[in-house]
């Protein structure tokens, strides 16, 4: 098979534009390096294309298209700073599944770290659900697949407006858990339910007003005063003590 | 006062070497960069030297010693990628309080974003005492700084032998318990009591077997098979699980 070494070729200029969150959402594809996310997504089945350094042996039992490039074109479609020897090109698969118990929703979330890291927890702790606000950071970004270490490949992702998310769950028997300092009970003393969700907002203003007044309760975790806990902790502590 | 404008000029090279643990360890210093960071300094009463760009008012209430700065002055000084106006070099402050009733111990944690998370969730749930094994990432490094969000300054942190001090823990009535998958009960059935700590461990290999074997019980949490949960998030779910 041929490599490609030219930084001007086609394809590789093709492929860097997958940097861009415009190229991914028209494309429907996004980039995925390293070996261990490339073993979650070809297990998903979500690989389309496989790019591997020229030198590097292809390790996966994959039948699909492959490309080899040099190392210099490697670091050119590379989003890492350090050096990786493979980069798979995945499809975005939508996979609205309505059989659920719990789920996750995201009011404006802005770091890709702590997005990935609330979807990582969802997967481990059985929310296999997450819905998005449009306005929350972008779910194919580099560092936000990352995060994940793979668990973005097996939950359900949604992008929706949240208000109209809520009602529907309601009147599908959702009890729907917004988080909040104000007018909210303590997490301790929520009944525990089958079905349900919980909301977590922004890193600096929360779940917006509009969203907390439609819930079905809102909560808080008791800790000290003038104190804050980071989002993906205050979710992951609500998911465990949630739990039945 | 006089505002320095030359990068050459030994107080700012200085300034700069505080860049380095070495030098940290050795001076017994370190910066805090942001008027937040700053303000939670001045309050902990450990700020030595306020370095505000020249065109910055001091909005602060500080009477001790300040210096000017050009611009690019600052940029040297900070180590941040983002242009800051405002540097404390604060002072390391042992504080080794004898008296609480919990505490985190942290096994060769290498990453500063979760080793400052667990700070900052160990102060809001009141486990004021951390204890660091001498391997773990630098406490006075930046971004772990910028993740306590100033709980660095209210907390209580010792580096020592982590045998040795779990020996002398469990002699004084804490129970120990120390997070791993194997030879551990389910934190939901662990029983509360008053003085106790948790410890985690390394972001890929946990808590090691040298430090398990002399616990006084080792918990897990429960998730799904094959999956995993970042350290910082199984600290959190331990913190507030453990809560009598």
Same mark, same amino acid.
């Given at each position: 098979?041929?490599?490609?070494?030219?930084?001007?070729?086609?394809?590789?200029?093709?492929?860097?534009?997958?940097?861009?969150?415009?190229?991914?959402?028209?494309?429907?594809?996004?980039?995925?390096?390293?070996?261990?996310?490339?073993?979650?997504?070809?297990?998903?089945?979500?690989?389309?294309?496989?790019?591997?350094?020229?030198?590097?042996?292809?390790?996966?039992?994959y039948a699909g298209k492959m490309m080899y490039v040099?190392?210099?074109?490697?670091?050119?479609i590379s989003q890492n700073v350090s050096e990786v020897k493979m980069i798979a090109v995945c499809e975005m698969i939508e996979n609205n599944?309505? *059989?659920?118990?719990?789920?996750?929703?995201?009011?404006?979330?802005?770091?890709?770290?702590?997005?990935?890291t609330i979807i990582r927890t969802a997967l481990s702790f059985n929310y296999p659900k997450i819905y998005l606000s449009k306005n929350c950071v972008d779910v194919y970004n580099d560092k936000?697949?990352?995060?994940?270490?793979?668990?973005?490949?097996?939950?359900?992702?949604?992008?929706?407006?949240?208000?109209?998310k809520i009602i529907e769950l309601? *009147?599908?028997?959702?009890?729907?858990?917004?988080?909040?300092?104000?007018?909210?009970?303590?997490?301790?003393?929520?009944i525990r339910v089958d079905k349900y969700?919980?909301?977590?907002?922004?890193?600096?203003?929360g779940v917006s007003n509009e969203v907390l007044d439609i819930t079905s309760q809102n909560i808080f975790i008791e800790i000290n005063n003038f104190e804050s806990l980071n989002v993906a902790v205050a979710a992951s502590i609500c998911m465990y003590g949630l739990i039945k």
């Amino acid at each position: 098979m041929e490599t490609i070494k030219s930084l001007q070729n086609e394809k590789v200029k093709n492929l860097v534009k997958l940097h861009s969150k415009k190229h991914r959402n028209c494309t429907k594809q996004f980039l995925v390096e390293g070996e261990h996310l490339i073993k979650e997504a070809l297990y998903a089945n979500c690989v389309s294309l496989l790019i591997l350094q020229e030198d590097t042996i292809n390790i996966f039992d994959y039948a699909g298209k492959m490309m080899y490039v040099s190392q210099d074109v490697m670091n050119k479609i590379s989003q890492n700073v350090s050096e990786v020897k493979m980069i798979a090109v995945c499809e975005m698969i939508e996979n609205n599944s309505e *059989e659920f118990d719990r789920f996750i929703m995201l009011d404006n979330l802005q770091d890709p770290g702590n997005v990935g890291t609330i979807i990582r927890t969802a997967l481990s702790f059985n929310y296999p659900k997450i819905y998005l606000s449009k306005n929350c950071v972008d779910v194919y970004n580099d560092k936000l697949i990352r995060s994940t270490q793979g668990a973005i490949f097996k939950v359900d992702i949604e992008i929706c407006d949240l208000k109209d998310k809520i009602i529907e769950l309601k *009147e599908n028997n959702y009890q729907v858990f917004g988080t909040s300092l104000k007018n909210a009970m303590p997490l301790k003393q929520i009944i525990r339910v089958d079905k349900y969700g919980i909301i977590l907002g922004n890193e600096g203003s929360g779940v917006s007003n509009e969203v907390l007044d439609i819930t079905s309760q809102n909560i808080f975790i008791e800790i000290n005063n003038f104190e804050s806990l980071n989002v993906a902790v205050a979710a992951s502590i609500c998911m465990y003590g949630l739990i039945k």
